[in-house]
């Protein structure tokens, strides 16, 4: 049993057919959920008929067995106990209980294990609850964590009817795979079926039961005939009316143009062939079968119930009618009959929202953050909008199953908030603190406030400022610390200064992870433990850096023509980015290579200085000074080569950020660069400080275009095998599980 994994038991009454909506839920959160962090067990109370072991076991996950005929009679006493020592002895942490039985005898004997968490689902809108099942809900829902519900409409009902409190509700909607490509075309299916190609195909997928509304849509279906008799309407669901539906068709005439499909394993596939769904529901919580619609690209008519208005916004992908309306619903369907344009309109509208909001994805990363529990706040002192700030913004952005808050420091003297802007803009969580000099501490009781407020588990800082306010905010408490060491690179007496204090404060961190095996091999010379070190490399969203149009318009814009070479050089304008011996070299380059431009990315103390020497050495007419910039892909995309002149480094994201661009690199072999950089197969590595091995470097990526795109093109290969931020992201999810759970 690994301890770093959570074990967690989805719980069922039965899980007999996968083709329901709970079930077919249960199946895709067994399927999805990231097995190297949870152990899952799938449990039933009676049955599991159509949905045998082989097939739940396929999913990575276990099936359990609890043969209970009575919750509350003696099989349930029996079962109870068994299940019980199950609990105990496989270490469950987590029980999500779906249906009424396995609500109350779950969370009943969940509770008597000293499960921690137990949450409850309720899933439909209770047109069968009376008094007493409401009664016992409010028994049994003082020993569960949170209601699950997978609507809005839902969540109000329960805090109405069970008098559940709001902030205990967790709204997950229902995911839906996007189909695959169906293995029979839309007119095979339709002459498999005796269908013609220019009918019209009503079709609605469910059980065929009275809360379906099937009735109602036979009685208007019957009107629709009489102006359309090319339409036909196809039903697909078990029949559990014994033929009532059948009898209706032949009562109404229409037995011809309605086809009962049955129960059928292929009903997502079949929707290829329809030209409008429906579902005329009296009561829903959340339809999977709309959810299926909208990714088939169909458009819905559904009517007004549960948690149907918020998967069909009126007249944008479907139609909201009133339950048990005829006439209405026979009046909305000939609209959309006459109407082929609107149809295919609101077809590809739904399977933008289906996409967008209700993907399997996003159910699966909603549960990772309720099974995970773990809150993290990312804390940096930032100088703007660098390395490590790209780092952190990539880590809480890719960071599934943890719910994280990207934290600045405020520094009123120097204040740079653009990581707060980036982050905003991600949508994600942020939060800013105010802090006055070097040691703050009513900043650090700010933090203390807000991780307590929140429930923050780990505080993970990321340079030495954020590092000594982390310490302090978390003595005292239960949260945990951690921090991640990017670099020490002191180029004056203060910054080492500051830096000896930082190795001092961090012994007492949980976990310290440096971004490459130098930069450990530091910390270890520094006398940190070496149990509690550990290196992840710096990650990136490479896609985001494949190419942009927006190139050519910013070459244009800083004067470069086409037949220029274009050197980058960008991070903040300080003494141990080198770019002084850059400035050296540009001017021995432009005696040999005059169609040549420098870009200059970044802001910092020596900004003034520099653009003095651009002057003393003749450059002007070579040499942008951009300042910061927010579209780094299309500034990447703009140039040709790129420089890292750095004395000293970590992992450089710019050096990571420029192969996933496609750009040749010649760098300073210090630090972790030579790690990435491999000299003469993906760059050229050079020894900091001298300005003229820089220089004839440039001259030759610059005199040869084939050389740059072989080495651009391995530079990209690498950093795909090992650099993007979903690897990153995945191991320091496991160091989170280990702070917590080891």
Request: a neutral charge.
């Amino acid at each position: 049993m690994n301890p770093a994994k959570k074990n967690i038991v989805l719980l069922t009454d039965c899980i007999a057919d996968l083709q329901g909506g709970a079930e077919k839920q249960i199946y895709e959160l067994a399927r999805g959920l990231d097995k190297s962090a949870y152990e899952v067990h799938v449990a039933s109370l009676d049955c599991t008929g159509q949905a045998p072991r082989e097939i739940i076991e396929s999913t990575g996950s276990r099936l359990h067995i609890f043969r209970v005929v009575r919750i509350y009679g003696l099989s349930g006493i029996i079962q109870g106990l068994r299940f019980y020592k199950f609990l105990k002895g496989n270490r469950i942490d987590v029980i999500v209980t779906y249906h009424f039985s396995s609500d109350m005898w779950g969370t009943f004997w969940g509770h008597l294990a000293g499960v921690k968490m137990i949450f409850s689902n309720r899933r439909d809108m209770g047109f069968w609850r009376n008094g007493l099942h409401i009664a016992a809900y409010k028994l049994m829902n003082h020993w569960v964590n949170k209601v699950v519900v997978v609507s809005a409409s839902i969540r109000d009902m329960v805090i109405q009817e069970e008098g559940f409190a709001a902030e205990r509700i967790e709204i997950i909607y229902n995911g839906v795979e996007l189909p695959e490509k169906p293995k029979e075309s839309p007119q095979e299916s339709r002459v498999k079926f005796g269908l013609k190609e220019n009918d019209t195909v009503i079709m609605h997928v469910a059980n065929l039961k009275p809360v379906k509304g099937h009735k109602y849509l036979l009685e208007a279906f019957a009107g629709i005939i009489a102006q359309h008799p090319h339409s036909k309407l196809v039903l697909i669901g078990r029949d559990e009316l014994n033929g009532q539906l059948q009898r209706r068709a032949q009562e109404l005439n229409i037995s011809d143009k309605v086809l009962f499909l049955g129960k059928r394993d292929d009903a997502q596939s079949l929707l290829a062939m329809a030209d409008i769904c429906v579902l005329p529901s009296l009561s829903e919580g959340m339809s999977n079968a709309i959810l299926e619609y909208m990714a088939a690209q169909k458009p819905v008519v559904v009517t007004r119930v549960g948690g149907n208005p918020e998967l069909v916004v009126d007249g944008h992908n479907g139609f909201l009618v009133d339950k048990e309306n005829s006439q209405q619903l026979k009046n909305t369907l000939l609209a959309l009959i006459d109407d082929r344009q609107k149809r295919l309109e609101m077809g590809r509208a739904g399977y933008q929202m289906a996409q967008k909001e209700f993907s399997m994805r996003a159910m699966l990363s909603k549960y990772g953050y309720l099974f995970s529990g773990i809150k993290v706040l990312h804390l940096i002192s930032s100088g703007g909008l660098f390395g490590a700030e790209r780092v952190v913004l990539n880590l809480a952005a890719k960071s599934d199953g943890v719910v994280s808050f990207v934290g600045a420091l405020n520094n009123r003297h120097n204040s740079h908030l653009e990581i707060i802007d980036e982050a905003k803009g991600m949508g994600l969580h942020t939060v800013v603190f105010d802090s006055r000099g070097q040691f703050d501490l009513a900043c650090v009781s700010a933090v203390k406030k807000f991780i307590i407020d929140q429930k923050i588990d780990i505080v993970h800082t990321h340079n030495y400022k954020s590092d000594i306010i982390g310490f302090l905010a978390t003595r005292f408490t239960t949260v945990q610390w951690m921090a991640t060491n990017h670099l020490w690179h002191g180029t004056d007496p203060k910054m080492r200064f500051y830096e000896h204090i930082d190795a001092f404060v961090l012994k007492f961190a949980r976990k310290v992870i440096g971004v490459s095996a130098a930069i450990k091999e530091d910390m270890v010379r520094r006398q940190l433990k070496e149990d509690h070190l550990g290196v992840i490399d710096n990650g990136i969203c490479i896609e985001k850096f494949e190419g942009n149009a927006q190139a050519a318009e910013l070459r244009s814009s800083w004067g470069i023509a086409h037949k220029d070479c274009a050197v980058l050089i960008a991070g903040r304008l300080a003494v141990e980015k080198g770019h002084e011996i850059f400035l050296n070299a540009a001017a021995e380059v432009v005696k040999s290579v005059p169609d040549v431009k420098f870009v200059i990315v970044g802001d910092g103390p020596l900004r003034d200085k520099l653009e003095q020497q651009t002057v003393d050495l003749g450059l002007s007419s070579h040499v942008i000074f951009t300042g910061i910039r927010k579209d780094m892909p299309a500034v990447y995309s703009a140039c040709n080569i790129m420089v890292n002149a750095s004395y000293a480094e970590g992992l450089p994201m710019t050096i990571l950020e420029a192969m996933s661009s496609r750009l040749a690199i010649i760098a300073t072999d210090v630090g972790a660069v030579g790690e990435v950089i491999k000299a003469e197969e993906n760059g050229i590595l050079l020894k900091p400080g001298d300005a003229h091995q820089l220089a004839l470097a440039v001259i030759r990526l610059a005199r040869d275009p084939q050389e740059r795109q072989r080495m651009a093109g391995k530079a990209y290969e690498d950093v795909c095998a090992r650099f993007s931020d979903l690897s990153m992201a995945r191991k320091y999810k496991q160091v989170y599980r280990e702070v917590l759970f080891q």
